[in-house]
C-alpha cells in the first residue's frame, strides 16, 4: 500500500507541468497529439485528423473515438460524428459504450432524429432493469464542467426518463411525455422535469394540473427550484395558464386531483420488478 503511495507521489512529481495546466496527457503519439490540438492549439480540424489517426493506430480507441465525435458535433459535423461511432465503436471496450450511448444521443438530439434517440434512451433503461447499467455499479463518476461527483442508479434513471420526455414533446407525443416525466419526478425529482411536465399539461389543454405543478416550483419545493432559469420558466409557463382558467368560489384543487394523485403515489417506482412499467404505458399512450 505504502508502495503503491510512493508510485503515485513519484508520477504526480514526474509530470509536465504544461500538460497539469493545460489539462492534457504527456506523450507524442497520435491520440495525445490530438488533444493537444483540441484544447491548447484550438485547432479542431487537425484535431480530427489526429483523432482518426490513433483510431487506425489503435493508440486510446475509447477515448479517441468519444473525442473526436464531441468535437465533430462542435464543428456542425454532427451526422458524420453518427456514423463515426456506429462504425467504430466495435473497436471500444464494453466499458466504453455507454459513454459513446450518451454522446449518440446528444447527436441525434442535435440531428432531430428523434425516433432513434427515443429507441436509444429506452434501451438505457432495460439496461438499467437488467441490471447492466454503470458495468454492474451502483454508482458511476460523472464529470460536469471539470468537476466529478457521483452519480446514482435512482438519479440516472430519472435522468434518462427526462431525456425520453423531452424526445417525445418534440414528437408531439404530449401523453407519452407526460407519463414519463410523472415517473421521473417519482424517482427523484426536481424544477425542470416539473416545468416540462408542465408544458406536456398545457399542450392537452390541462391548466389546473399544470398550475399546481408550477406552484410546487414556484413556492421552491422542488431541488432546483432556488435557479432563476426555473423561476423564469415557470413564471412565463404560469402565464399562459393563469388567463385559462378560473377555479370557481370555494372549488379546493387538491379535491380535484386527490384520486390521481394517489394512483401516482400508489405505484411502484421498483426498477426490479418483471418488466417495467414504464414501457407498457409508453406503448399505449404513443398508439
Not at 11 to 30: E, L, N, Q, W, Y
Not at 92 to 107: F, G, R, T, Y
Not at 127 to 146: D, P, V, W
Request: charged letters at 30%.
Amino acid at each position: 500500500m505504502e508502495e503503491s503511495s510512493r508510485r503515485k507521489s513519484s508520477r504526480r512529481r514526474d509530470k509536465d507541468p504544461f500538460c497539469v495546466i493545460h489539462k492534457v496527457p504527456s506523450g507524442d503519439s497520435p491520440y495525445v497529439r490530438a488533444k493537444h490540438a483540441q484544447l491548447v492549439e484550438k485547432d479542431h480540424e487537425a484535431a480530427i485528423v489526429l483523432f482518426w489517426k490513433a483510431i487506425n493506430a489503435g493508440d486510446k480507441v475509447d477515448s479517441a473515438l468519444k473525442d473526436m465525435a464531441v468535437v465533430m458535433k462542435q464543428l456542425n459535423r454532427a451526422e458524420e460524428a453518427i456514423e463515426a461511432i456506429k462504425s467504430f465503436r466495435g473497436l471500444c471496450s464494453k466499458q466504453a459504450q455507454e459513454p459513446l450511448d450518451n454522446v449518440l444521443i446528444d447527436l441525434y438530439k442535435k440531428c432531430g432524429r428523434m425516433d432513434e434517440q427515443i429507441d436509444l434512451l429506452k434501451q438505457k433503461l432495460r439496461l438499467i432493469y437488467q441490471g447492466e447499467a454503470f458495468n454492474g455499479k451502483a454508482t458511476k463518476t460523472a464529470r460536469s464542467h471539470g468537476k466529478k461527483f457521483q452519480v446514482s442508479i435512482k438519479q440516472e434513471t430519472s435522468r434518462i426518463l427526462g431525456n425520453l420526455g423531452w424526445a417525445y414533446m418534440q414528437k408531439s407525443k404530449f401523453m407519452a411525455a407526460e407519463v414519463v416525466y410523472k415517473k421521473a419526478q417519482m424517482i427523484d425529482p426536481d424544477a425542470n422535469k416539473a416545468c416540462n411536465l408542465a408544458c406536456c399539461l398545457i399542450k392537452q389543454a390541462r391548466n389546473i394540473e399544470a398550475h399546481l405543478v408550477l406552484n410546487e416550483v414556484l413556492e421552491g419545493k422542488l431541488s432546483g427550484s432556488e435557479d432563476w432559469k426555473a423561476q423564469n420558466r415557470a413564471q412565463e409557463l404560469m402565464l399562459e395558464v393563469e388567463p385559462k382558467w378560473r377555479p370557481p368560489l370555494g372549488f379546493d384543487l387538491e379535491d380535484a386531483f386527490i384520486d390521481e394523485l394517489d394512483k401516482l403515489l400508489n405505484e411502484s417506482v421498483s426498477l426490479r420488478t418483471k418488466r417495467l412499467p414504464i414501457f407498457e404505458e409508453i406503448s399505449s399512450c404513443e398508439n
